[in-house]
C-alpha cells in the first residue's frame, strides 16, 4: 500500500502545507509508506488542454498519483473553493492518473463559513474518475495555528484520524 500526500498551495507560509506535514509525520510514525509531493517543487503549466500535457513535471506527477493507492490532498481554501493549483492539477493528470483513488482532504481557510466548499471537488472525483472519498476530512481556521505551526492540539489529532482512516480504506479496498 501506497499514499501520497499532496501539498497544493505555492504560498511559502502556507497552513495547508503545516497539515500535509502533519499527516506524514502521522503515517511515517506507523510505518505506513508515504510520499510527499509538494507542488512548488514540481511547477505545473497551466492547463491549455494541449501542449501543457507534454510538460516533464506532468509526467511526473501523473505518474506519482497513478502510483499510489491513495491520496491526501492538502489545499487552501479560497472564495469557498480549492485553489487553482490544485483543480490546474487534476485537469493536468485526468482520469489516468485519479481513477478508482481513495482521496481523504485536508483544508485550511480563512474562516469557518466554508467548511462545506471540498464537497464540489469530492463530487467531481467520484462522479468523473469513480474515487472513493473518505468520509472524514480536515478543515482548519486561522485560530488553529499559532507561531508557523500547527496550534490546536485536536486538528493535530483528526489529522492523523484522517491519514490513518485513508490508510485503513486503502487496506480494506486492495485485499
Not at 500500500?1 to 497544493?8: E, K, R, W, Y
Not at 481513495?102 to 466548499?117: D, H, K, R
Request: charged share 15%; net charge negative; with cysteine.
Amino acid at each position: 500500500m501506497g499514499l501520497l500526500i499532496i501539498s497544493a498551495s505555492l504560498n511559502p507560509g502556507s497552513k495547508s502545507r503545516l497539515l500535509a506535514q502533519a499527516a506524514l509525520s502521522a503515517l511515517q510514525t506507523d510505518n505506513i509508506e508515504v510520499e510527499f509531493l509538494d507542488l512548488r517543487d514540481s511547477p505545473l503549466p497551466l492547463c491549455d488542454g494541449g501542449a501543457a500535457y507534454g510538460d516533464p513535471n506532468v509526467a511526473l506527477v501523473s505518474a506519482k498519483i497513478s502510483a499510489a493507492d491513495g491520496v491526501i490532498i492538502a489545499s487552501p481554501i479560497y472564495n469557498y473553493d480549492v485553489n487553482a493549483v490544485l483543480k490546474n492539477l487534476i485537469e493536468l493528470t485526468g482520469k489516468a492518473a485519479w481513477e478508482n483513488k481513495t482521496v481523504a482532504f485536508l483544508n485550511a481557510a480563512g474562516g469557518a463559513s466554508s467548511y462545506m466548499s471540498i464537497m464540489a471537488l469530492a463530487n467531481s472525483l467520484m462522479l468523473d474518475f469513480r474515487c472513493v472519498i473518505v468520509p472524514r476530512f480536515v478543515y482548519a481556521v486561522p485560530g488553529d495555528f499559532a507561531a508557523g505551526a500547527i496550534g490546536n492540539p485536536q486538528i493535530v489529532e483528526r489529522i492523523a484520524a484522517c491519514a490513518h482512516a485513508t490508510a485503513e480504506l486503502v487496506r480494506q479496498r486492495s485485499s
